[in-house]
Every structure is written in C-alpha cells, then in structure tokens.
C-alpha cells in the first residue's frame, strides 16, 4: 500500500460512503485509508482543502457517536467488523 499516487484525487461521495471510506484502504488503487493520511500526503491544493473539511467532518462525527455510545475505539473492533 502507498500513502496516494501523484495524481490522486478524492472521489465523490455521500456521507455513509465517507464514514466506510474513511477507515478502509482502496485495495484496487493500493491506498491507505483516509484516516492515515497526513494533509502533507496530498499535492493539489483543492485535494488538501477537502481532505481537511472530510478530516473534520469525521470529528464531529465521532464526538457525536461517542456522546450516543455508539463509537467503539481502535482496540474494540481489532478483528472484529460488524456488518
């Protein structure tokens, strides 16, 4: 797996495709999750700027899940994917 190919580019995508994608690599481009990536990783600026609003998004995201109790940590889920 790579951090993202030169020409890289986020594709689009609603909310619950953000929330899988943000933790899953790209096998078939050979991607690290989002989640992974450093701002640095990426080189068009635009690519940067929605790296940034996603990477925040997925914050509040994971507060608000957390406050609701649904938010399970890095070590719960080791091996275990609900579906």
């Known amino acids: 797996m790579t951090q993202v190919p030169e020409n890289f580019v986020f ?3 609603g909310l619950n495709l ?4 943000w933790f899953c690599s790209d096998s078939s481009m050979r991607i690290i999750p989002p989640s992974l ?3 640095n990783n990426l ?4 690519q940067k700027d929605l790296f ?3 990477k925040k998004l997925m914050k509040l995201i994971e507060t608000a899940a957390k406050r ?3 938010w399970k940590s890095k ?3 080791s091996g275990n994917v609900e579906r």
Do not use: V, W
């Open 68 to 70: 609701e109790g649904c």
């Open 52 to 54: 940034l609003k996603m």
């Open 75 to 77: 070590t719960e889920l």
């Open 18 to 21: 953000l929330i899988t994608n």
């Open 43 to 46: 080189k068009p600026f635009t």
């Open 37 to 39: 990536l450093s701002r």
């Open 11 to 13: 594709p689009t995508m």
